[in-house]
């Protein structure tokens, strides 16, 4: 089973930047897909990036051209460097990976964006 932690949430004012980051406890090549969702309160969970083992990445329209997934496979990172935050990115967002079975998830870490 691999276990995931979210780090680098916080406060940020409109316009700013933060970076999070997910702390796998086993190689993350092992892991097909990872990604990050995340949910507002009142909300369903939605994508916001993720990228394949071959370094393939998507986002939705909403954060394209503002967030960015990377991989660490050497130090089992996950990053998403989130610039130009809106009040709108303000969520709950997670780590997730999903290996040749099972989908395996973080706990959160809170984003807030003030305007």
Known sequence: QVRLVES?????????SLRL??????????LDVVGWFRQAPGK?????A???????????????G??????DNAMNRVHLQMRSLKPE???????NGRGKRDDYWGQGTQVT???
């Open 8 to 16: 680098g949430g916080g406060w940020v004012q409109a316009g700013g």
């Open 21 to 30: 980051s997910c702390a796998a406890s086993e190689s993350i090549v092992s």
């Open 44 to 48: 369903q969970r939605e994508l916001v």
């Open 50 to 64: 993720y990228i394949t083992s071959g370094g393939s990445t998507n986002y939705p329209d909403s954060v394209k």
């Open 66 to 71: 503002r967030f960015t997934i990377s991989r």
């Open 89 to 95: 990115d303000t969520a709950v967002y997670y780590c």
């Open 113 to 115: 964006v003030s305007s």
